[in-house]
């Protein structure tokens, strides 16, 4: 069965730095989310992304975050200048459709801010 | 806004045995759909159901079945003939399905223990 796709599993880095995470959406999927879940906490919603433009965004999801779908496969979150509070678990989901088509998740990066 | 709710952090049943796990949800939407998914320690959110809140019929999935109780705002997830396999996180989500609505909104979890 398909399956999205994260990488890397587990990511380091230092406070300020620039850091991507990728994700490779299920191949006929057109509708592509990022979701993260900070230890402990409920799952929270960053951002949904359709036909090449954000579609919709949370409070979250502010001007250190982007999406950029670069190729006709990947779909990467980009956070520009890391803080503490971004250490979460992130996940990438893709779906067919966007009315109750079900999400399917990949396994999630873990970000350490240090 | 929605808000879904799971007021058991953790549940633990004796294999081959049944447990129910409880979500009740808010919403003023008349149309939207709710999700069980599991994530197991592995990580990985894995869907277990669906349902749409326009159909009146319980959804199934082998095990897995859910009690729908679209007046009283309640979605149960009743696991039957437990297995070690199902241990794991469960969360509970709801989808809008009025508006240009994507995302999903995520109840706290339980965390189901299976007992040998």
């Known amino acids: 069965e398909p399956e999205v796709t994260q990488t890397p599993s587990h990511q380091v880095t230092q406070m300020g730095q620039e850091v991507i995470l990728r994700c490779v959406p299920i191949?006929?999927?057109?509708?592509f989310y990022w979701y993260r879940q900070i230890l402990g906490q409920k799952v929270e919603f960053l951002v949904s992304?359709?036909?090449?433009?954000?579609?919709?965004k949370s409070e979250i999801f502010d001007d250190q975050f982007s999406v950029e779908r670069p190729d006709g496969s990947n779909f990467t979150l980009k956070i520009r200048s890391t803080k503490l509070e971004d250490s979460a678990m992130y996940f990438c989901?893709?779906?067919?459709?966007?009315?109750?088509?079900?999400?399917?998740f990949g396994d999630g990066t873990r970000l350490s801010i240090l | 806004a929605q808000t879904v709710t799971q007021s058991q952090p953790e549940m633990s049943v004796q294999e081959a045995e049944t447990v129910t796990l409880s979500c009740t949800y808010d919403?003023?939407?008349?149309?939207?759909?709710l999700f069980w998914y599991k994530q197991p320690p592995s990580r990985q959110m894995i869907l277990v159901i669906r349902?749409?809140?326009?159909k009146q019929q319980n959804a199934t999935e082998n095990r897995f079945s859910v009690n729908f109780q679209k007046a009283a705002k309640s979605f149960s997830l009743k696991i039957s003939d437990s297995q070690l396999g199902d241990a794991a996180m469960y969360f509970c989500?709801?989808?809008?399905?009025?508006?240009?609505?994507?995302?999903?909104?995520w109840g706290a979890g339980t965390k189901l223990i299976i007992k040998p």
């Open positions: 989901a893709s779906s067919t459709g966007a009315w109750g088509q079900p999400q399917h």
């Open positions: 191949s006929n999927h057109l509708y």
């Open positions: 992304f359709y036909n090449n433009e954000i579609s919709e």
């Open positions: 919403t003023s939407e008349s149309d939207y759909y």
């Open positions: 349902q749409e809140a326009y």
């Open positions: 989500a709801y989808r809008s399905a009025v508006n240009s609505n994507y995302q999903l909104i």
